[in-house]
């Protein structure tokens, strides 16, 4: 009988457990407040909703309800740094109220009142600054000791009083706050008109993480057995910018944190990336990782028998459980059960799969789906 933490091990390190493991509960594989609460009221369970990831608005799942849809990870993850006095504060614009916060980087995030499903990028603060403004524009900092108070202690709980397999929060997202700092369409002209404003961002947050991890993995790096690390890199039909700024620019700075968090730690290295990331596989597996998240099979060329067959004997997929964006939302739950078989039939076999739904449940999905998602997934996904 395997444990939630062997049966994630086994099957990362591409052998077959009982059964394929199951995860649900981190900022790429979680349940929108809406979804959740919806969920809660099904499975008759009366509790307090509680905000895991505040711009994408994921409730964090209870025991009851973890251990209701089989799942075998648990989430641990550091804090912000005791000296940002940031928060959530109420504006008057245009006839609306907003919920706006400005986070450690420097960008705000707002969320309407009378819509309240996400917050989205309203400033970002590079967007007009010269190159020389960039190189001396205040970063926070990564290894502030204070972002990792007391986590060893909670990481060694869970290792040591509960079975299942230890996951980091997502971390390490390199590329993804140059876009947030200086905006995205600025970015994407940075590439072809100004490079050097896009090196000196991203020269900025790789220290920031390289600094973050130091500490980081002082603290769990011999605890933790799974580490997220991510930025989106592709669209629903392929690459979001030119592959060769990919490679000549993202990429090093990819590879060099990879690296350095393979040499500190024995742990899997999760990537994240929604969209047709399969131009980048080969130069993720260069970097070091050892999974892929979401796997998102509706996008172009990410069919899973052709991922499976190409990449299945040295990547582990995570995720791919069911077209989230049309299936999971407006299908029957018999129609859940019947994508969630053929997923299993096309990733389960040989290891190297955990599954999950692509992406987070939004706010949409009837909770009968939710139940038939995760009760296909037991269900087929036996050995």
């Known amino acids: 009988m395997f444990t939630s933490r062997e049966r994630v091990l086994t099957a990362l390190n591409h052998h077959e457990p009982d059964r394929v493991p199951i995860d649900l509960g981190g900022n790429q594989t979680g349940i929108h407040k809406f979804a ?3 969920l809660l009221d099904l ?9 895991m990831d505040l711009v994408q608005q994921l409730a964090k799942p209870s025991e009851a309800v973890l251990e209701r849809l089989h799942v075998d990870t648990r989430y641990v993850s550091a804090q912000g740094a005791d000296s940002f006095m940031g928060g959530v504060v109420k504006e008057k614009r245009g006839g609306r109220t907003w919920n706006d916060f400005t986070d450690e980087f420097g960008v705000t995030w707002s969320m309407p009142d009378d819509y309240p499903y996400y917050f989205d990028i309203t400033h970002s603060p590079l967007a007009d600054l010269t190159l020389d403004e960039i190189k001396a524009y205040p970063f926070p900092k990564g290894d502030d000791p204070s972002r990792f108070a007391g986590l ?25 706050i140059c876009w947030y700092m200086r905006g995205l369409e600025r970015l994407f002209m940075d590439m072809i008109e100004a490079p050097e404003a896009l090196e000196a961002i991203i020269d900025r947050t790789l220290q920031f993480w390289l600094d973050w991890f130091r500490l980081f993995l002082d603290e769990v790096g011999d605890v933790v057995d799974v580490i997220m690390i991510g930025d989106d890199l592709a669209a629903q039909n392929g690459p979001l910018f030119p592959p060769r700024i990919y490679r000549s620019i993202v990429k090093p700075r990819h590879k060099r944190l990879v690296q350095y968090i393979k040499s500190r730690t024995s742990a899997k290295i999760w990537y994240h990336s929604c969209g047709s990331v399969v131009e980048y596989i080969p130069d993720l597996l260069d970097n070091g990782i050892d999974i892929l998240n979401p796997v998102q099979t509706a996008a172009a060329d990410m069919d899973p028998a052709m991922l499976k067959a190409s990449y299945g004997e040295t990547l582990s997929f995570w995720g791919g459980g069911i077209d989230a964006q049309h299936l999971l939302p407006g299908a029957s739950p018999e129609e859940v059960r019947e994508a969630v078989r053929m997923s299993m039939k096309a990733f389960k076999p040989g290891g190297g799969y955990v599954f999950n739904n692509v992406h987070n ?8 789906n939710v139940l038939a998602l995760f009760d296909a997934a037991f269900e087929y996904g036996k050995y």
């Open 361 to 368: 449940i939004q706010a949409d999905v009837p909770p009968e």
């Open 152 to 176: 060893r202690e909670r990481a060694l709980d869970m290792k040591n009083e509960t079975p299942y397999a230890v996951v980091s929060g997502i971390s390490g997202v390199v590329y993804e």
């Open 36 to 38: 959740y609460k919806n």
């Open 43 to 51: 499975l008759g369970l009366d509790e307090e909703i509680v905000i």
